[in-house]
T-cell receptor, first 116, second 112 residues
Framework: NAGVTQTPKFQVLKTGQSMTLQCAQDMNHNSMYWYRQDPGMGLRLIYYSASEGTTDKGEVPNGYNVSRLNKREFSLRLESAAPSQTSVYFC???????????????FGSGTQLSVL | AQTVTQSQPEMSVQEAETVTLSCTYDTSENNYYLFWYKQPPSRQMILVIRQEAYKQQNATENRFSVNFQKAAKSFSLKISDSQLGDTAMYFCAFEDLGRLYFGRGTQLTVWP
């Protein structure tokens, strides 16, 4: 009963390096999300995918790209990492789009990313 | 842009006592959902309670209840009979157009 699985759990990058955060859910959910959490800032939405084949920008999309590879997987890519992207990243999913629905988000356990 | 404000960065309460966490939000929408999430030191995000704006009745889940004041755009969380396991960061969140907007959180510490 895995739910939402994120890899890796921890990562250290040097400024300018690139990497991809992986997220997969096994609940047959349509919608998936990427959030970042910074101290004192709560969670902020980076990108989301309401359904397979669609992606939309959230509050803080700059410096990131996403791919909804299939219904299960939603990856987040940092093309050229910057120290400002040091954060904890959460992937989440919901059965369908939250708008006006009775759904809730199911969260992964997070990825701690440090950019030096 | 939607905003969610949690004015209490930290709170503490003694075990078995009651504590209320505050949350206000700003929106021009008439129907929407509000949530409280709990994040213990394990970092896992756990849904505590949910409220739909058009419902007059305040939501309750066991020891957790909300005081939803739509006109005042206020959504506070009351935890009764606090337990040590309630120690966590608590986030208020507002749903709009399919996105969740989170407040900055309140760190709650329950002490024996």
């Amino acid at each position: 009963n895995a739910g939402v699985t994120q890899t890796p759990k921890f990562q250290v990058l040097k400024t300018g390096q690139s990497m991809t955060l992986q997220c997969a859910q096994d609940m047959n959910h349509n919608s998936m999300y990427w959030y970042r959490q910074d101290p004192g800032m709560g969670l902020r939405l980076i990108y989301y995918s309401a359904s397979e084949g669609t992606t939309d920008k959230g509050e803080v999309p700059n410096g990131y790209n996403v791919s909804r590879l299939n219904k299960r997987e939603f990856s987040l890519r940092l093309e050229s990492a910057a120290p400002s992207q040091t954060s904890v990243y959460f992937c989440a999913s919901s059965p369908r789009r939250l708008q006006g629905s009775d759904e809730k988000l199911f969260f992964g356990s997070g990825t701690q990313l440090s950019v030096l | 842009a939607q905003t969610v404000t949690q004015s209490q960065p930290e709170m503490s309460v003694q075990e078995a006592e009651t504590v209320t966490l505050s949350c206000t939000y700003d929106t021009s929408e008439n129907n929407y959902y509000l949530f409280w999430y709990k994040q213990p030191p394990s970092r896992q995000m756990i849904l505590v309670i949910r409220q739909e704006a058009y419902k007059q009745q305040n939501a309750t889940e066991n020891r957790f209840s909300v005081n939803f004041q739509k006109a005042a755009k206020s959504f506070s969380l009351k935890i009764s009979d606090s337990q040590l396991g309630d120690t966590a960061m608590y986030f208020c969140a507002f749903e709009d157009l399919g996105r969740l907007y989170f407040g900055r959180g309140t760190q709650l510490t329950v002490w024996p």
